[in-house]
């Protein structure tokens, strides 16, 4: 199944999934579950990055959030 980039949110997307976002394969980690502001389940996946530990391309709709394949916090744009 492919997905464009903001078709996936909080609530279609499986956290340690794989998907296909913009020509990239890219793990979903999960939100910062600390936030002091919740997610709402419509939250898109717009914030990416590369973890520092394991090299994973990773996608979230949390700036703050963990890696799903080696558990590294990792800050995402």
Do not use: H
Not at 27 to 48: E, I, K
């Amino acid at each position: 199944m492919k997905y464009e980039f903001m078709e996936l949110t909080k609530s279609t997307a499986k956290v340690g999934k794989r998907y296909n976002i913009k020509g990239e394969y890219r793990y979903v980690a999960d939100g910062d579950s600390q936030s002091l502001y919740g997610w709402v389940d419509d939250a898109p996946l717009c914030q990416m990055t590369t973890c520092g530990g394991c090299n994973t391309k990773l996608v979230s709709w949390s700036k703050n959030s963990n890696c799903p394949k080696c558990g590294k916090v990792v800050y995402l744009t």
